[in-house]
């Protein structure tokens, strides 16, 4: 450590402490190994990382045997995400001595984890991979990971580690963007992930259940069942937890509770459900006692004025929760909650005696945009009947609304999406707040990477074609700050009292005793300044 090596008049440092730091690219702080420096417990790389290499190069005169290549890419790959770094790799290549070894020229970008880039092997000539890496997520993740600094303070080599200051001079004009962004980053595109994936998420959910059955010595599950997707969803998971505690599914008392805004569709969706899944069902029309509620406190609805309001909206989600609750204490069960990660995020329940409460809520860790794939998934392995499977098929197609305003002959029916933003969008939102804390304005650019056209880039398996859909910058922008203003400025209250429930998605949960510790009365003031300052209403 600390050598020079002279050549000629000139003398430059050398070893493997060496940390070439950019002066001009905030980040930027790049490592050099060789070879099998990365095949040993502990590589220079690991401990540059610690003392603050971002990017770590490996200059590989490795030959190339039967499997060998995919032990590199392990390697690597792991190597990025141990140490929250890009790790780039190049073999050699054409041109080297092929008297006793052969040579494939692999050339791998890795980034935290994730493969970015790779080469084909076994070129004919030289060849150049491109890959954009991103220095904002990789301090992110180091600043999150409280583990990556005490592991840094334990080890004294990081310490002595050699700045070397030089300067890239990266030009200004646009050089493209070679990263490929998803546009539902919490739903992968590759079929044979996707499927892992809601196997994964339906199993948490379900092992979540019954532990907490198990734990709370109750005898059944009450429900309301809506005929949307999020009830949908926690009934096939108290399904299939009754099923695997060998209990009868009668021991689920599902309710439809029609209110003002009900539709024929959604409640003839929950009685087919309710029948098709075996649970004890009931129809609780919570209208009369909603019409006494708004009587009792003179509000116009019960003079016959079209008046509503949000008291008219709540009065009608307060009581469904307050017969669930009701109907736990009567049955000895618990009320398993049905909201989402997204509505969670946008402050999309009401408080207290409304949706927003439960005594457990299997779906608080899963996103809207997931919840339908996990039930795309359900059906298409056959987790249940014909029956059923048809039933799950229509809710599919159903509008998402909380139909508690009536709809007048003519006019469509209440639109979540229409209020809060298009899920799909604000989802993507929510992930890169969540999970990787960007400013807005990276954010937008992100989102119209991945949503600006339609034709660009992969859409999940079995995505239906005709919602596929583009947004332009100014609808991004606008629906973002519906955002920032929801999540940061008015929800957190919300979800500072949000009933237990398992952690399910890579990008993070919004419990208050886990990954989100917000103080209840925050502001989004820092968030919308920044969104307002650099992002423009237009490309133009």
């Given amino acids: 450590m600390g050598e020079r090596i002279g050549l000629g008049a000139l003398e430059a440092p050398f070893g493997p402490d060496l940390l070439f730091a950019a002066e001009d690219v905030p980040g930027l702080i790049i490592h050099a190994e060789i070879c099998e420096d990365l095949w040993v417990p502990i ?59 052969a040579w494939d020229g692999q050339v791998s970008i890795f980034e935290n984890g994730v493969v970015l880039k790779e080469s084909e092997r076994f070129p004919a000539g030289n060849q150049v991979v491109v890959a954009d890496i991103d220095l904002d997520l990789l301090r992110q993740e180091r600043a999150r990971q409280g583990t990556f600094d005490d592991n840094r303070r334990r080890h004294a080599a990081a310490a002595g580690f050699r700045r070397l200051p030089f300067r890239l001079d990266p030009p200004m004009a646009d050089l493209g963007f070679e990263r490929s962004v998803e546009r539902f980053p919490f739903v992968p595109t590759d079929p044979e992930r996707l499927s892992q994936d809601c196997y994964e998420a339906y199993n948490i959910q379900v092992s979540g259940l019954m532990q907490r059955l198990r734990a709370a010595k109750v005898k059944r599950i009450i429900i309301g069942v809506s005929g949307g997707l999020d009830s949908t ?44 899944f075996g649970v004890t069902a009931h129809e609780l029309d919570i209208r009369p006692a909603a019409r006494q509620m708004l009587a009792d406190l003179g509000h116009p609805f019960a003079r016959g004025e079209p008046v509503h309001d949000v008291t008219f909206e709540n009065v009608q989600a307060g009581l469904r929760t307050d017969y669930l609750f009701r109907a736990a204490n009567y ?73 508690l305003i009536p709809a007048q002959e003519g006019q469509e029916i209440q639109s979540t999406e229409a209020k809060v933003g298009p899920y799909e969008l604000q989802d993507f939102h929510l992930f890169y707040t969540l999970r990787h804390g960007f400013r807005p304005s990276k954010i937008a650019f992100l989102a119209l990477r991945a949503w600006g056209e339609a034709e660009r880039g992969r859409w999940p398996p079995g995505f239906p074609a005709g919602q596929r859909r583009a947004y332009a910058l100014p609808e991004i922008r606008r629906w973002l700050e519906v955002f920032l203003r929801r999540f940061f400025g008015f929800s957190q209250f919300k979800r500072s009292a949000m009933p237990n429930g398992p952690k399910v998605v890579a990008g993070g949960s919004l419990s208050p005793r886990g990954d989100w510790r917000a103080p209840s009365d925050g502001n989004a003031n820092a968030w919308l300044e920044e969104l307002a300052r650099n992002v423009p209403g237009s490309l133009g």
């Fill in 43 to 101: 590589p220079p790389s690991a401990e540059a990382a610690l003392a603050g290499a971002t990017v770590l190069a490996n200059l590989s005169a490795s030959n190339i045997t039967i499997g060998k290549a995919d032990t590199r890419r392990l390697l690597c790959q792991s190597q990025s995400a141990r140490c929250l770094a890009a790790y780039v790799y190049a073999a050699a290549g054409p041109g080297e001595s092929t008297t006793d070894l």
């Fill in 331 to 403: 049955q000895d069960g618990i009320v398993l909650g049905t909201g989402d990660l997204s509505e969670l995020a946008l402050g999309w329940c009401t408080y207290g005696v409304g949706d927003q409460m439960s005594h457990y809520n299997v779906n608080a860790g899963v996103p809207k945009t997931l919840i339908q794939h996990l039930i795309r998934w359900a059906i298409g392995s056959g987790q249940f009947d014909s029956a059923a499977s048809a039933t799950l098929e229509a809710i599919l197609g159903t509008e998402i609304s909380p139909e």
């Fill in 233 to 276: 969803q926690a009934l096939i998971v108290a399904a299939k937890a009754m099923d695997l505690l060998e209990r009868p599914r009668t021991g689920i008392i599902a309710y439809t509770l029609p209110g003002f805004g009900t539709s024929e569709g959604t409640k003839g969706n929950a009685h087919r459900l309710m029948r098709s």
